[in-house]
């Protein structure tokens, strides 16, 4: 993927960019802290707070503070937006099963985006039996909270920030059931009992396992971690809708052709089976 840098816009463009659906990939259900403004996404991805559209095949992505470091903004927003992906060979090879091949031509603009881990951990973990609309709410407070400001936003906080948060001071948050695991996967990562280095290091089973060890972590909320945030694309994630997709459109079982990149086929047949699937 070719990169141009604007330095007076403070922006990266990312050209010959092909199939790719900003909104449907914002609106997936993958991420929590990007909206629609004025015609342009914003939001934050890492310590950058941004605002990214489209121009026909030219994607701008423009820092809303100032940048020191253009190589190094640039290299990160290539990787945490998927663009160092070949997601043509992807869509090809997953296009050898028929199935694959119309849940990819619903929605050919999909990708699964880089995130930071701990963001990712903890967004998840409040999203556990909860709807998007809440989950932005609750992540945006605690950011508001307990983040640092940047610019006119709010980073997501760190561990450190959060090292004496109470349970109670997260229910303040309207996190409800959730707070106790929110505490307890904060005093994992700063304990070091949950290390991501170690988790990533791990191949996709020893790690599902590793980072389970944190209460309220079941086999989803990990294996979204998994997959959008550690590189460990055999994650496949399963809600009702991918188990009503599942049934209906894979009853032998999932094609061979998606093996080892099962979590990145799931965006496909998960966003499939939400608008074409009977209940």
Known sequence: MNMQYIYDKNTVVFTAVTDYDLERTFNCGQCFRWDMKDGKWCGFAGEYPCRIWME????YVQCLVPVENFDKFGG???????????????????????TMKKAIGYAPG?????????????????????????????????ATTYGTKVGEMYAFPTPDQLKDVTIEQYNELRMGFRSKYIFDAVAKILSGDVDEKTLKEM??????????????????????????????YESFPKDVWINRAL?????????DCIKG?????????FHYARFNLEK
């Open 203 to 232: 191949d996709y089973t020893a790690a599902q396992k590793y980072i389970m060890q944190i209460k309220g972590v079941g086999p989803k909320v990990a294996d979204c971690v998994l997959l959008f945030s550690c590189e460990k």
């Open 110 to 142: 999909i990708r699964v985006l880089n995130q930071p881990f701990f963001e990712t951990l903890l967004t998840f973990i409040i999203s556990r039996n909860n709807n998007i609309p809440r989950i932005k709410k609750i992540v945006d407070a605690m």
């Open 76 to 98: 990160y927003m290539h990787h945490y937006l998927g663009l160092d992906m070949d997601y043509i060979r992807l869509k090809k090879q997953f296009s050898a099963d028929e």
């Open 56 to 59: 026909k095949e030219d994607m």
């Open 247 to 255: 049934a209906q459109m894979f009853p032998q079982g999932l094609p």
């Open 261 to 269: 990149m099962e979590g990145i086929a799931q965006q496909y047949i």
